[in-house]
């Protein structure tokens, strides 16, 4: 079983920038991707960005160039660095990770979620 903590959401201002974290622990050989996705009420969830085990990384298109996903593999952690924050980006964020065993099998795992506030 793995577990995910998720943290660094919160209230701020248009233009302004917040860091989510989002660590991992637990019955862990490796982590494959890694990616945050964010849900509003009412839509399907989206993902917002990805990174492969080889740390290539893919974002939507309506944080391009305002995210950066980064992960740090000595402590099992995934990044959200968000910069010029804008009202649309107001959501609940959650951490996704794919998790390999030593046996080889591959699970996915789903952080519990950080609100992400931003205001005009």
């Known amino acids: 079983q793995v577990e995910l903590v998720e943290s660094g959401g919160g209230l701020v201002q248009a233009g302004e920038s917040l860091r989510l974290s989002c660590a991992a622990s637990?019955?862990?050989?490796?982590?494959?991707?890694m990616a945050w996705y964010r849900q509003v009420p009412g839509k399907q969830r989206e993902r917002v960005a990805r990174?492969?085990?080889?740390?290539?990384?893919n974002y939507a298109d309506s944080v391009k160039g305002r995210f950066t996903i980064s992960r740090d593999d000595a402590k099992n952690t995934v990044y959200l660095q968000m910069n010029n924050l804008k009202p649309e980006d107001t959501s609940v964020y959650y951490c996704?990770?794919?998790?390999?065993?030593?046996?080889?099998?591959?699970?996915?795992?789903w952080g519990q979620g950080t609100r992400v506030t931003v205001s005009s």
């Open positions: 996704y990770v794919i998790v390999s065993t030593a046996t080889g099998l591959s699970y996915q795992y």
């Open positions: 637990g019955n862990i050989f490796a982590i494959n991707s």
């Open positions: 990174i492969s085990g080889g740390a290539a990384t």
